[in-house]
């Protein structure tokens, strides 16, 4: 079993909700290693255990919607700085929890873990197009995302 694992999140007919699953497709198109898995998601919670068990290193992209960022701005998420960080749904369990309830359980989750959000304009619109002010800035979000992922995995 490939020890990384590219999780991409987000909502395929949600406008750009789907980054996630856009992005995460594309750079694992770019990694060129068998040691190396993609898994696309459209759920959040627990139901996500199952899917990132047994990996040592995660990668999850997803979208998030400040208001303060730039449309197309990448920022890494750490758990001290957003303790209650949610991923597609506001009323499930936090991703931080949904992993500590993993190892509850006896799973061997993830003890590398990498969390990147892009900034997006629109996660309200039934459309299974990005916008274009977000489509305009694909190549960078990848090109950013790509290169952590090198410094700190290959």
């Known amino acids: 079993m490939p020890e ?27 990694i060129n290693s068998s040691d190396v898995d993609l898994k696309l998601a459209e ?15 995660l990668i999850v992209i997803d979208s998030i919607k400040t208001g303060k960022l730039k449309i197309g ?23 931080f929890e949904m992993l500590k309830m993993g190892k509850e359980l006896g799973y061997k989750m993830p003890e590398k873990i990498k ?17 274009d002010e977000l489509k305009d800035k694909i190549s960078e979000i990848i090109n950013k995302i790509n290169g952590e992922i090198k410094k700190s995995y290959f």
């Open 43 to 57: 759920i959040a919670g627990m139901d996500l255990i199952n899917r990132i068990k047994d990996y040592d290193n």
């Open 73 to 95: 701005e990448v920022v890494e998420i750490q758990e001290n700085k957003t303790g209650s960080f949610r991923m597609l749904s506001s009323h499930d369990i936090s991703f």
């Open 4 to 30: 990384t694992l590219i999780l991409g999140l987000g909502n395929s007919i949600l406008s750009d909700d789907r980054i996630g699953l856009v992005v995460a497709k594309e750079i694992h198109s770019k």
């Open 115 to 131: 969390i990147f959000g892009i900034e997006i304009k629109d996660n309200e619109t039934f459309s299974e197009k990005l916008t």
